[in-house]
């Protein structure tokens, strides 16, 4: 019983909530891009991407919104996001997850986020991007 009780302010709440809501999503997905896109330890990664980030920011944004558990912007836009799909013709090894990570956790300490945060989202984010690895990376490693 007095579990439950302990739990009702911290576990009940969204991480969307958690977070801070959209606005700060916005600028964690504005920071992380500015990242990606100036930090030489992501340039592999930068180059996937067009050289204009506007869309890619607008998606990245629209997607976590619903993915930390506010309102489903990219499900009613761009329907089922199917993200392993949609990133099948990059490859993404674990250079790449890693580089991606980076990028996110560089952008969240850049607007503050508090520690503890940041250690729970870069997990749920991890399983995310880890997900996403779509090449073998012994070919790259070896010799
Ligand atoms: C693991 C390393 C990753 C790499 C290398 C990568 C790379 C890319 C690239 C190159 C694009 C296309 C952007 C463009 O056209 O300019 C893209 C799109 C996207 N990525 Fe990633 N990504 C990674 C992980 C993730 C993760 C972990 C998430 C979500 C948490 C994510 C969410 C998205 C979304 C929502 C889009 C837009 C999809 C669409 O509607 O077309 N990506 N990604």
Not at 12 to 19: I, Q, S, V
Not at 76 to 98: A, C, N, T, V, W
Not at 126 to 140: C, G, I, S, T, Y
């Amino acid at each position: 019983m007095a579990i439950e009780i302990g739990e009702v302010g911290s576990s009940k709440a969204t991480l969307f909530e958690d977070l801070g809501g959209a606005e700060k999503i916005r600028e964690l997905v504005e920071r992380f891009y500015d990242v990606m896109d100036t930090d030489p330890r992501a340039a592999g990664i930068r180059a996937m991407h067009q050289k204009d980030l506007t869309e890619a920011r607008e998606k990245l944004f629209m997607f976590l919104t619903g993915w930390s558990g506010g309102p489903s912007l990219y499900i009613e836009r761009y329907g089922h996001p199917m993200l392993r799909k949609r990133h099948l013709p990059f490859p993404i090894g674990e250079s790449e997850r890693d580089q991606w990570m980076f990028c996110m956790v560089r952008a969240m300490h850049d607007i503050g986020m508090e520690e503890p945060m940041v250690v729970r989202l870069a997990q749920a984010l991890w399983q995310v991007a880890d997900f996403m690895r779509n090449k073998p990376d012994a070919d790259n490693n070896a010799g």
